[in-house]
């Protein structure tokens, strides 16, 4: 079966052969795209599009590669609107409110858990993500941290355990032993589960020894390991990512320059979060500042009830446009080819021949409209491997 798209205005391939005339997103204009078998096939120029089983008329409309989101926590149960009230109030953002979606997501079903999952990634999906990363992290004990990622699995291969987001309850007046719990028993039951291993190194989470351990660990499951760094404040989070070669660090609000420099050197992917600066009322780090010192940046939504209750791509990068220096070719860019890079990924992100079939048409001519019209709902339709 296959599938023509012609007549579309602007194709955003991400190419990097097609940037010489196509700029960072390898754009092509009058272009047309074959998918077959949930593959790209073919990407040309509409005149010389071949036949196809069916053909679909974009009409002038722009397509780009469906998002990758490689930061979301849609795993829990509950919301936390009145934290969100109180610090729209003044009150500031702390940690420890994880605990309280711990204790929704603890007594929440299997069933209420997957139906929460299903809604926010249909919701996703309806906004343009054709690819998602789902953590674990609001279960903290052996069996609900397992289910978590059991219930995740359903939608994506691209789970993460997220045992170490803050020290379990239970474990309050004893840290070391919930490392030990969280590097034995808990990584025994999920790393079944899991693709990767993450930890929240920061002030009120766990430090960089425990994090080191939490990693070493996971590497030695067979887990890729990727951090929460650098959200609240400076600290060793970044530099570790960095020093280790993970593949990304998330977050990556306060940096110095030596984190800046520490993670061009190492390819480390930086992945901002503008809808946690929108939220918590954190100062948003500046995009501009990595893209120029040549770091590869991501956008994703770090989806979750407590720091940023947003699944909407196109609102992040609406954000980073007006508040972090981005283009909207590199903040584009960083939701697409971006998130993949930021999951090691070079099936999604790009629309070339040998390419995952997913794409976006947009209710606009262009990519530029997605932050030119912030909050419009341009997603026309999506189409997924
Ligand atoms: O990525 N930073 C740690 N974890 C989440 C927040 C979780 C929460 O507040 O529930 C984040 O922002
Ligand atoms: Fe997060």
Request: hydrophobic share 45%.
């Amino acid at each position: 079966m296959s599938l023509l798209i012609t007549h579309i205005g602007e194709l955003v391939t991400n190419d990097p052969a097609a940037a010489r005339s196509g700029g960072l997103l390898g754009v092509r204009t009058d272009a047309a795209v074959v998918v077959s078998d949930g593959v790209v096939s073919w990407v040309g120029s509409a005149a010389d599009a071949p036949a196809a089983d069916e053909v679909f008329d974009a009409q002038g409309r722009a397509v780009i590669p469906g998002f990758v989101d490689s930061h979301s926590h849609l795993v829990f149960a509950g919301d936390r609107a009145l934290e969100f009230q109180a610090r729209m109030a003044g009150e500031s953002y702390a940690a420890g409110g994880i605990r309280t979606t711990v204790a929704a997501t603890r007594a929440a079903s299997d069933e209420q858990l997957t139906a929460g999952v299903a809604r926010h990634v249909a919701e996703m999906r309806r906004q343009g993500t054709t690819t998602v990363e789902i953590k674990s992290g609001y279960g903290l004990s052996v069996d609900d941290e397992a289910r978590s990622l059991r219930v995740a699995r359903r939608f994506t291969d691209e789970t993460t355990f997220l045992g170490a987001h803050v020290v379990a309850p239970e474990y309050a007046d004893d840290p070391a032993a919930y490392v030990d719990l969280v590097t034995g028993p808990m990584l025994a039951a999920a790393a079944p589960h899991a693709s990767w291993i993450d930890v929240f190194c920061e002030r009120g989470a766990f430090d960089e020894d425990q994090a080191r351990t939490i990693l070493a660990a996971g590497a030695a499951a067979g887990l890729k390991g990727r951090l929460h760094a650098n959200q609240l404040g400076e600290g060793p989070g970044v530099r570790l990512a960095a020093e280790l070669g993970l593949t990304a660090v998330d977050h990556c609000t306060y940096l110095t320059d030596g984190d800046v420099h520490a993670l061009r050197d190492a390819g480390t992917v930086a992945t901002l979060l503008p809808g946690v600066e929108f939220s918590t009322r954190h100062p948003y780090p500046s995009g501009r500042r990595l893209l120029d010192a040549g770091v590869t940046v991501a956008i994703a939504s770090d989806c979750n009830p407590g720091s940023c209750y947003t699944s909407s791509l196109p609102f992040c990068i609406a954000l980073a446009v007006r508040e972090m220096g981005m283009t909207p070719a590199e903040a584009v860019w960083a939701a697409t080819a971006g998130g993949a890079a930021a999951l090691g990924r070079t099936d999604v992100g790009v629309l070339v021949p040998g390419a995952r079939a997913d794409l976006v048409l947009l209710d606009a001519p262009t990519h530029v409209h997605l932050a030119y019209r912030p909050g419009v709902p341009l997603v026309a339709r999506t189409w997924t491997s």
